[in-house]
């Protein structure tokens, strides 16, 4: 405090000691604590230096024990280099996968078949090469009519890429509480942002076992045939010229033109409709 330029008199009230005792401490030779604590850390820091800044306390304590012979416990050198600001250069960020809480059991059990829309959503990401970089696409399949409900295109396979196409879905179905979202153990689809817009809206977030592609079989299946019918037939140039011909695959040929085996030869939309016009 009174390094500070605050009164000696003031600080020593304020602190209920003398003024007397903090000038004889001022005037006091130097410990041997202090004296040692002093000499080690202008050695730290020397080593610390040499290190090129990567030591932490843990190499410092060896070079001083093993490399100079010097008896110091680690809580000394941790101590010193903490009060000098020194820290050690750390390591390359982990990959984060996803946490425990987010993820979920499988509620599929590999039964896909769903007697109406909106009772089970399944999804993915696939990516195709361009001549400027790979481009990503996530999509949702309703098990039901296998109709493409929510898709996002992007340039990263990000969580926002995921939530994107699950957002879409929601806004365009408006799915009833209980409905299940399954995919893949995905750190995508184990992000805060996908399975918190899942929860909010009621849905129940279901995941596969780790790398077993049977667990998610229907929308592997959606891929291998949108790898056939569009991405395989030729090279692409730019993501643009990507993202527009997978827009049209799915809108246009998959939902509203391509007949499918599974559902009498009808397309997902036309499905659909017999449907309602079935239960009306």
Known sequence: MAGEGLSVQLAARVLDVSAS??????????SARSIRHALLTDAIREIHTVSRGTY?????????????GLVVAHGT???????AGLKGATGRPKWVRARPDTIAMDLVDRRFARSAPNQLWVTDITEHPTAEGK???AVVLDTHSRRVVGWSIDSSPSAALVTNALGMAIESRKPPPGAVIHSNRG???GSWAFT????????VPSMGSIGDCYDNSMIESF??????ELLDRRRWKTRIELANA???YLEIWHNRQRRHSRLGMLTPIEFENRQLIIGA
């Open 135 to 137: 481009v990503y696409c």
């Open 196 to 203: 918190d817009r899942a929860k909010a809206s009621g849905l």
């Open 56 to 68: 932490g306390f843990r190499r410092v304590h060896a070079e001083l024990t093993l490399g100079r």
């Open 77 to 83: 050198v941790e101590l010193l280099m903490a009060r």
């Open 187 to 189: 750190v995508q689809f």
């Open 223 to 228: 891929w291998s045939r949108m790898q056939v």
């Open 246 to 248: 997978i827009f049209e």
């Open 21 to 30: 005792g903090y000038y004889e401490w001022k005037s006091r030779a130097p």
